[in-house]
């Protein structure tokens, strides 16, 4: 992917939900509110969200906190697998692990996740095209952030598994023409409280 100018990329996994199926707590919701205060200041050409309720909610909330940018829908940015492993691509010592979180994966999301996948390193990555950088923010899932991680990082395609991203944490890259991409911030959660930080996470890995 060429470009004459860079692009800044933001990344967001929504805020806190009570269920996969269900919009955001009272705390998704503040953190939101919190992270799009942290960002009002960023001169965003476009904010993407994913299409589920948590991620359009999130996207919406932090949109009030900005100064006209306008907000798109796009299943790219929506909660897919990305890619689905064989296990000699895997360490042996995790592939057992791996296999059996990937095995409730249907013939659907088996088909549609990477080919969702590929067009997201498509639209999102890489440098732009005039003389003026370019910032996006990106509202999403933490498959996705985790799978765009992944690239920046030139990492094997499985290894967007074990990355994880909490709730409303942001992470920003950097694609500047000429260079390899930057990851500039990951999973950063300063802009919460700490009753709101590492939401998204189990117990035992809250710091």
Do not use: C, K
């Not at 269920?19 to 960023?42: K, Y």
């Not at 996207?59 to 900005?66: F, H, P, S, V, Y």
């Not at 990106?138 to 952030?145: D, R």
């Not at 992470?171 to 260079?179: D, E, H, N, S």
Request: charge should be negative; charged fraction near 20%.
């Amino acid at each position: 992917m060429t470009g004459t100018a860079t692009r800044y990329l933001y990344l967001v996994r929504h805020g806190e939900t009570g269920s996969e199926e269900s919009g955001l707590t009272e705390g998704g919701r503040r953190q939101a509110v919190l992270l799009g205060q942290r960002l009002r200041e960023i001169p965003f050409a476009v904010a993407h969200h994913g299409p589920l309720p948590r991620a359009e909610q999130t996207a919406r909330l932090i949109g009030d906190q900005l100064q006209n940018v306008p907000l798109g829908v796009s299943e790219v940015a929506g909660d897919y697998v990305p890619y689905l492993p064989v296990r000699n691509e895997l360490p042996a010592e995790s592939a057992d692990f791996f296999l059996r979180f990937l095995s409730g994966a249907t013939a659907e999301e088996r088909e549609h996740g990477p080919a969702l996948a590929r067009q997201a390193l498509e639209m999102f990555t890489g440098p732009v095209n005039g003389e003026e950088d370019r910032h996006e923010l990106v509202v999403t899932h933490n498959f996705l952030v985790a799978w765009l991680v992944r690239d920046a990082m030139h990492a094997p395609h499985w290894r967007w598994l074990g990355l994880n991203h909490g709730n409303a944490a942001l992470t920003v890259i950097r694609y500047a023409p000429g260079r390899p991409a930057s990851i500039l911030v990951s999973n950063d959660m300063r802009h919460l409280p700490p009753e709101l930080r590492w939401t998204g996470f189990p117990p035992e890995v809250h710091v």
